[in-house]
């Protein structure tokens, strides 16, 4: 009930107002702000990141690796190259 009238305040707070349309609806204003406010889960945040990230990586599979495991000049330990 309360995310129905989340919505229509949504749909009809630019035009009306916040706390007209807030009052009219009978919604309390921390209660307007608290289903505002609400924490999204991290990978609900993020979901629209994953694909493009996957092809990312498989563009470039070496990405994220160590560097120096890339080339045979850094595989010398520094004692070595003293």
Known sequence: MTAEKVEIVEANAETYGLNVTLDAIGLPKSTWYYWKN????YEEKYAHLRQPLIEVLKENPAYGSDASSLTS???ATRS???
């Open 38 to 41: 609400q924490k999204v889960d």
């Open 73 to 75: 000049r850094n595989s």
């Open 80 to 82: 070595e190259r003293r």
